[in-house]
């Protein structure tokens, strides 16, 4: 199923196989060796990642983050940060990560027409598999934004945008985080436990979240 949804997302890109911190920092870099190229195009990745919590600067600069990451890294789940917003993630196996980087010259890029287009890849690629999605929001998700993908009114993946300036080029980051299979409720858990330890108390609720497996299911 992650191979079939892989393919039809991007048909000549492996996936790689990463872990923890240095597989989340590999976006960023890549984002800033295309820009430092100076050369217009699209390059895509797709990549999975060890057990993790991934978690937005913004909550890294609390006073109760470094105990927040420590009692989750005790539990399992270590936290590293990542450079565009949101809120806190799952990475894991049986989640897939699509990257896409997007480089064009300063002036010619509407960054909201690029991101609407991604999503209009991810939406195709699940159809291609026979799952219908839409974007939306999803009462009750994890790290929720109008750019989610959906299914049958619950999440299916997440996305998020990084935005790069460098000379005259400008370097747009979309990412994805799709869940393949697993347990949705114990991503929930994991990220609720951390954002109290906190000081946040997030109403989250595990019936907002489903798995591209589980809609297969559903479509037989």
């Not at 390059?43 to 909550?59: A, D, E, G, M």
């Not at 999803?138 to 934004?145: K, N, Q």
């Amino acid at each position: 199923m992650l191979d079939a949804l892989a393919h039809a997302l991007a048909p000549d890109a492996p996936i790689a196989r990463g872990s923890g911190e240095a597989a989340i920092a590999e976006d960023r870099l890549r984002l800033d060796a295309l820009l430092g190229e100076g050369r217009a195009g699209e390059r895509v990745r797709l990549w999975t990642n060890s057990r993790c919590l991934v978690t937005t600067r913004r909550f890294s600069r609390m006073e109760t983050f470094a105990g927040a990451a420590a009692a989750s890294d005790a539990r399992g789940w270590p936290v590293f940060v990542r450079a565009s917003g949101g809120t806190t993630v799952v990475h894991r196996p049986g989640i897939l990560n699509f990257s896409l980087y997007d480089i064009a010259p300063t002036g010619t890029v509407d960054i909201n027409a690029r991101f609407e287009r991604f999503t209009h890849r991810l939406i195709a690629g699940f159809a291609a598999i026979g799952v219908v999605a839409e974007t939306g929001w999803v009462a009750g998700s994890y790290c929720d934004g109008r750019f989610n993908i959906v299914s049958g009114g619950q999440k299916i993946a997440g996305t998020a945008c990084l935005v790069r300036k460098r000379g005259g080029w400008l370097g747009v980051l979309a990412h994805a985080v799709i869940c393949i299979d697993g347990n949705p409720r114990a991503d929930l858990a994991a990220i609720t436990e951390f954002e109290r330890a906190l000081g946040l108390d997030i109403p989250y609720a595990a019936a907002a979240h489903t798995t591209l497996a589980a809609r297969i299911r559903m479509a037989r």
